[in-house]
């Protein structure tokens, strides 16, 4: 009973914190400003889902000021840069550094004039000069805050299993989970005793994955795991050891499979070297597909509450809003599940041993 309720009131204080996002549309909206309202709400989903050098919480309008703050800009441009993104005052002003000056353009670093002009091709693209950028975004910004949270919340649980075989505070809940994922995850698709060098891995990529899901459900505006180049690189570390794990067997049947007719052999073999790349593709693609659209679904019909001028159209966003944060709270630990998974299976085939004399 207590776990449901605390999920309940984890799901409503979550609702009540996006619907923050939108303080600034709850006067009544005239007919001839729907259109507006809606470009409005559209450009904030947008901004809900991209990433940025800053965390803005809310916008006053009408003092054009942000509430927030502001994460430090790191340029190597014929030297080190380093100053605050207020500089930029949201893409509004250009920063000056060291004599060099910055245009902040769709969400992007380019060098400019005093004036920020932008010049642009043919294809719309900038054709401004390109400083290095090693900025701490918001989703850098929340990797390194779940990296310090998995150190704490594990090395104390390391910890107490030193002083007795029972977990104490937070570790009561995650040991469970860790057991869970060694028992039902790695044993069975790895085998035993060859699990034993994924489990810090498939420990970390977990709760990794699990935990960035999870703030991607706050009003921090953070969408890590639905940025494709975070899910890639993922996807990249688990084919990197994938591949560095195999044995002979495992390169055997990509290449020359055993018990295989010599002619199907040459059809089958780039067949199965290109499901060597479509695996981790898919695990990419997965991730990335299904947090990006649970934003983007979950937001807009937030953003359905202020375009309905009613309390039943209103009323029935709000409780199809509070029946998707249940959902997306499911999603969060289903996609860390899947990712693990899988990820788990790959390494499986990578170590299986086969004895070709009883299997043919």
Request: aromatic share 16%; net charge negative; hydrophobic share 50%.
């Amino acid at each position: 009973m207590q776990s449901k309720f605390l999920v309940k009131f984890l799901t409503i204080t979550l609702l009540i914190l996006n619907l923050n996002l939108y303080a600034q549309h709850e006067e009544p909206v005239a007919d001839n400003e729907e259109i507006d309202l809606k470009a409005e709400i559209k450009k904030d989903i947008e901004h809900h889902i991209q990433d940025s050098h800053d965390f803005t919480f809310t916008y006053d309008k009408e003092n054009n000021t942000y509430y927030g703050f502001s994460l430090p800009v790191i340029l190597w441009d014929d030297g080190l840069h380093f100053f605050s993104s207020s500089k930029f005052h949201h893409g509004e002003s250009v920063a000056e550094s060291n004599g060099n000056f910055y245009k902040l353009y769709h969400n992007k670093i380019y060098r400019t004039d005093t004036e920020g002009s932008i010049e642009l091709d043919d294809h719309q693209h900038p054709t401004n000069v390109k400083p290095i950028d090693f900025s701490i975004t918001k989703s850098v910004f929340m990797i390194m805050v779940t990296g310090i949270l998995m150190l704490l919340l594990f090395g104390g649980l390391a910890k107490s299993f030193g002083k007795g075989p029972i977990a104490k505070g937070a570790g009561r809940f995650f040991e469970p989970i860790v057991i869970y994922i060694r028992d039902d995850i790695a044993k069975p698709n790895i085998g035993d005793p060859q699990y034993k060098r994924f489990m810090p891995y498939l420990l970390t990529i977990f709760f990794f994955v699990w935990f960035l899901n999870l703030f991607g459900l706050t009003p921090l505006g953070v969408n890590v795991t639905g940025n494709i180049a975070i899910t890639a690189a993922l996807a990249l570390l688990t084919f990197l050891i994938t591949q560095f794990s195999g044995n002979k067997n495992y390169w055997k049947h990509i290449f020359w499979m055993p018990g295989v007719p010599w002619p199907m052999k040459i059809i089958l073999a780039p067949i199965e070297l290109l499901g060597v790349f479509i695996k981790p593709f898919a695990l990419m693609i997965r991730l990335y597909a299904n947090i990006m659209a649970g934003h983007v679904v979950l937001m807009s019909i937030i953003g359905l509450m202020f375009i309905f001028k009613n309390w039943f159209g209103s009323g029935l966003s709000f409780f199809l809003a509070f029946f998707l944060s249940i959902i997306e709270l499911l999603v969060a630990a289903l996609q860390a599940y899947i990712f693990t998974m899988l990820s788990a299976l790959y390494f499986g085939f990578a170590v299986e041993e086969h004895d070709h004399e009883e299997a043919h």
